[in-house]
């Protein structure tokens, strides 16, 4: 059996910090790297009228429910009585909530009582970031989650 000396030890405990220190660097060029950027420009004047916005939303009642079946979305919006509201300026963001590689911005267009978009999308957990206009003008803003089976 060789005879443990100080230099083994130092060789030893030098490689598992440069292991731990590679991790860490690796980490955090990976998040780096797949963070999709920021909400807002800046988050001290998005907050100033964030209640008046807030109060306005929900004084309209509205709820927003996502569907997806071979490769068709469909988004269901309803008022405080339940039935279909039609809404203005449909912007919509279909990604992943971790990174920014897959998002897209499909054109819906209305279908009966539902806002329908072709969007192929793989199986695992997707975010949906809608907004859209009430007639009088209200902003409707939601952030849904869509799991996708497959």
């Given at each position: 059996m060789?005879?443990?000396t100080g230099?083994h030890?130092?060789?030893?405990?030098?490689?598992a910090?440069?292991?731990i220190?590679?991790?860490?660097?690796?980490?955090?060029v990976?998040?780096v790297?797949t963070?999709?950027g920021?909400?807002?420009a800046?988050?001290?004047?998005?907050?100033q009228?964030f209640?008046?916005?807030?109060?306005?939303?929900?004084?309209l009642g509205?709820?927003?429910t996502?569907?997806y079946?071979?490769g068709?979305?469909?988004?269901?919006?309803?008022?405080k009585?339940?039935?279909p509201v039609?809404?203005s300026?449909l912007?919509?963001?279909v990604g992943?909530t971790?990174?920014a590689?897959?998002?897209?911005?499909?054109a819906?267009?209305r279908?009966?009582?539902?806002?329908?978009?072709?969007?192929p999308l793989?199986?695992?957990?997707?975010?949906?970031?809608?907004t859209?206009t009430?007639?009088d003008?209200?902003l409707?803003?939601?952030?849904?989650?869509?799991y996708?089976?497959g």
């Amino acid at each position: 059996m060789a005879e443990l000396t100080g230099k083994h030890v130092f060789a030893i405990t030098a490689s598992a910090f440069a292991v731990i220190i590679g991790v860490n660097v690796l980490l955090a060029v990976k998040a780096v790297s797949t963070f999709p950027g920021l909400e807002v420009a800046n988050s001290y004047v998005a907050g100033q009228d964030f209640n008046e916005r807030k109060a306005a939303q929900e004084a309209l009642g509205w709820s927003m429910t996502p569907g997806y079946d071979n490769g068709r979305m469909t988004l269901a919006f309803t008022g405080k009585d339940g039935k279909p509201v039609v809404v203005s300026d449909l912007q919509v963001l279909v990604g992943r909530t971790t990174e920014a590689k897959e998002d897209s911005f499909p054109a819906f267009t209305r279908d009966g009582d539902l806002y329908a978009a072709e969007i192929p999308l793989h199986k695992g957990k997707w975010m949906i970031k809608v907004t859209a206009t009430a007639a009088d003008g209200t902003l409707f803003e939601q952030r849904s989650e869509l799991y996708v089976k497959g």
